[in-house]
């Protein structure tokens, strides 16, 4: 694997968790598997007043308790660490900024090359780039600069608009890395291939040979210490209008002319582009919106989500997206796609299934076995394809059986994780599996008319924790003939396990 050129990432938010949780260890693994280039210099910058000691002191206890480490290559890594206090806030302060960057040219042999990473409030992500050109620091005509922010990219549509001109007006659109740490899964990145390099595959992936496609993203867990910011955001926000968006346009996208960023994303943008606008009548027959309340599970009491730290206790923030949702294209035309996500149901599990057209033969009928194609992206990653065979004994009467692929089963397997794939790829210029402006905006667009309908208030149902979710959200399939695959955290269990 060629090495990115050497450069200088600076992390603002860096006292921050996701800065401890998060990126510290993603670049020390990187690091540890000589992944990142010859020299470099991390530099955190917040407005917490430490030294450079202070800052490699504090980052590498956090390290070694939570982390595999090898001392020796942990010393080496924690030189390359320093830290600047700043008031990101304040544009002048981004002198003695621009000047430690300086430094790093000679001591780290930077040549210029810059990652600036917005792990902050999103409050900043405006502000931090005008202060960056304020000092000339956008400016590529010594190396080049990129600008990494996380979600969430705006709010609502004329908030993700109002941003988009915000950065824009100091950095370039091929400086700019829009980071979805799903799309940085290797097995979302899987989707690509398994599609278009099986030729067993791709020509039966339409609406001639699919019935339905489900894709679901539970979470079992609630929001824990988040309280404060998902009552301000929501289900619809928070995963909803970016990571399953995001997934679904992998599954319907059409083949890419070439594997590189802007055929990958040419592609998924055509596919947001055609989601069926959302009438009133779609938002009230094909969505359901809930939040959970407070259940015993196998002797454990959970609470509900307005007992949650930080949550209004008359909070309607919804915890459940449940979706019913088309694409208007040729492949895809009348093929219902089904989506849901939320907190504190029975499983953590995220996946993708493929559910094909029954057998035409009347021989068969109702009885003929369904096939399914199970691509697991978290956890137990792997790929389950389940079919017909036939029962021994008399006669021709089927069951369904399965074949599976476990990723851990491949030898000397190095998976990199979410955030070191996307790091790596943000230092060697491929923007592929970052999210373009053209196709934020389309998903914001798409999303509008939900964040619309939710804030009315009768249109949020409860559902206990440790369940499925409101018994609407069955619904959706029900009213169809369908079910909803009700997953276990083992791909390849078929029984449900975790009750």
């Not at 992390?11 to 280039?37: C, E, M, Q, V, W």
């Not at 308790?65 to 990101?88: P, R």
């Not at 810059?114 to 010594?142: K, Q, R």
């Not at 938002?283 to 196998?298: F, I």
């Amino acid at each position: 694997m060629v090495k990115p050129e050497n450069n200088a990432i600076v992390i603002f938010g860096a006292s921050g968790d996701l800065t401890h949780r998060k990126l510290i260890p993603a670049f020390y693994h990187l690091y540890a598997n000589g992944l990142l280039p010859e020299d470099f210099a991390i530099l955190g910058v917040s407005r917490t007043a430490y030294s450079d000691q202070d800052f490699r002191d504090k980052l590498r206890s956090a390290l070694e308790e939570n982390e595999k480490t090898d001392a020796t290559t942990l010393t080496k890594f924690c030189q390359h660490l320093y830290y600047q206090a700043l008031n990101t806030s304040d544009a002048e302060e981004y002198a003695v900024l621009k000047q430690r960057l300086d430094i790093f040219k000679d001591t780290h042999h930077t040549r210029g090359n810059a990652v600036f990473y917005l792990a902050t409030p999103p409050s900043l992500y405006g502000v931090i780039p005008e202060c960056l050109a304020a000092h000339g620091l956008n400016d590529e005509a010594d190396g080049w600069k990129n600008l990494i922010v996380e979600k969430p990219f705006g709010y609502d549509l004329a908030s993700a608009i109002a941003l988009d001109k915000q950065i824009h007006a100091c950095f370039q659109e091929h400086q700019i890395y829009r980071i979805d740490h799903y799309l940085g899964k290797e097995t979302v990145q899987n989707l690509l291939v398994f599609r278009f390099a099986n030729g067993m595959f791709e020509p039966l992936w339409n609406r001639n040979f699919i019935d339905y496609v489900e894709i679901t993203a539970s979470e079992a867990l609630g929001v824990e210490d988040r309280g404060g910011y998902y009552d301000g955001a929501g289900a619809v926000r928070d995963m909803f209008q970016n990571h399953l968006l995001q997934v679904l346009a992998m599954v319907g996208m059409e083949s890419p002319a070439a594997i590189n960023a802007d055929s990958i994303r040419d592609e998924v943008v055509k596919v947001m582009q055609s989601f069926k606008p959302l009438s009133d009548d779609d938002l009230h027959k094909n969505l359901v919106l809930g939040q959970y309340t407070e259940s015993d599970v196998r002797g454990k009491h959970l609470p509900g989500y307005r007992q949650e730290h930080g949550v209004n206790d008359e909070s309607r923030t919804e915890t459940y997206v449940g979706m019913k949702m088309f694409i208007e294209n040729w492949r895809w035309n009348g093929v219902p796609f089904y989506v849901r996500t939320g907190k504190r149901l029975p499983t953590r599990v995220t996946e993708v299934v493929i559910h094909f057209k029954k057998t035409p033969h009347p021989v068969f009928g109702a009885n003929a076995p369904e096939n399914k194609l199970i691509i697991r992206i978290q956890p137990d990653e792997g790929i389950l394809m389940s079919f017909g065979l036939k029962k021994p004994g008399a006669g021709f009467e089927s069951q369904e059986v399965s074949m599976d692929f476990h990723y851990d089963k491949i030898e000397s397997l190095n998976m990199l994780t979410a955030y070191e794939r996307l790091l790596l790829d943000c230092m060697k210029q491929d923007a592929t599996l970052f999210a373009r402006t053209d196709a934020v905006k389309a998903c914001w667009k798409f999303v509008q008319p939900i964040l619309d309908y939710k804030e009315q208030p009768e249109h949020l149902f409860g559902y206990a924790a440790g369940t499925w979710g409101p018994k609407e959200a069955d619904e959706l399939l029900s009213n169809d003939g369908r079910q909803w695959r009700f997953p276990c955290k083992n791909l390849a269990n078929t029984d449900y396990c975790e009750l």
